[in-house]
């Protein structure tokens, strides 16, 4: 079984301030971990994966993510927002294993919202 | 190409009323989903399939059924509709597990 905790509903941010947004995971077995992003009322878009290797991940529109597996952790975060990046943010996860390749988890969403 | 399609965009239901929501892709992806959006909760896996005639439950999967006969279609059935399955479903689809998801653009259903 697998599932995904982002801490924080929503996360007020002034622009050009840093932001970082929270998500555990738990799993029996490894997996593979997505953050996407939603924008009013729009479809997901994905934003950064972690599949292995380097543990830390980056967007080409600077985000970036760090995978911890001994705290299962994979934190977002942002050195300076905009006010563009407004929008939902969801964590999610997905195992590697055959009998969880199927399975895609979200957590339930961190809306940032960033004020001039 | 097309990607993911869902249809309808918008559908408004009477309570007890069944209809299906239709998914299609053309990418020739192996695994399919759907999922319901409902404010504070996030997505919630509804059911899924790793590939042609093979589905299973997700973690709200009461009150749906699907079936996959082809990769390209996985439709979603709603039995007896219920004012608790007034929501925001997607549709989404992915080649394999290392692979982002490639999502269609939503059916907003309103059961009254």
């Known amino acids: 079984a697998q599932s995904v905790t982002q801490l924080d509903s929503q996360v007020p941010v002034f622009e050009e301030a840093p932001v970082e947004l929270r998500c555990n995971y738990s799993s029996s077995v490894s997996v593979y971990l997505f953050w996407y992003v939603q924008y009013p009322n729009q479809g997901l878009q994905l934003l950064l994966k972690?599949?292995?290797?380097?543990?830390l991940v980056e967007s080409i529109n600077g985000f970036e993510a760090e995978f911890n597996k001994s705290q299962t952790s994979f934190h977002l975060r942002k050195p300076s927002v905009h006010i563009s990046d407004t929008a939902e943010y969801f964590c999610a996860v997905s195992g590697v294993t055959t009998d969880s390749w199927g399975k895609l988890q979200f957590g339930s969403g961190t809306q940032v919202v960033v004020t001039p | 190409n097309a990607g993911v399609t869902q249809t309808p965009k918008f559908q408004v239901l009477k309570t007890g009323q069944s209809m299906t929501l239709q998914c299609a892709q053309d990418?020739?992806?192996?695994?399919m989903s759907w999922y319901r959006q409902d404010p504070g909760m996030g997505l919630r896996l509804i059911h899924y399939?790793?590939?042609?005639?093979?589905?299973d439950q997700g973690e709200v999967p009461n009150g749906y059924n699907v079936s996959r006969s082809t990769t390209e279609d996985f439709p979603l059935r709603l039995l007896s509709a219920a004012p608790s399955q007034t929501s925001v479903y997607f549709c989404?689809?992915?080649?394999?597990?290392?692979?982002?998801?490639?999502f269609g653009q939503g059916t907003r259903l309103t059961v009254v």
């Open positions: 972690y599949l292995s290797g380097s543990t």
């Open positions: 989404a689809s992915r080649p394999d597990p290392s692979t982002e998801a490639f």
């Open positions: 399939s790793v590939g042609a005639g093979i589905t």
């Open positions: 990418m020739n992806h192996e695994y």
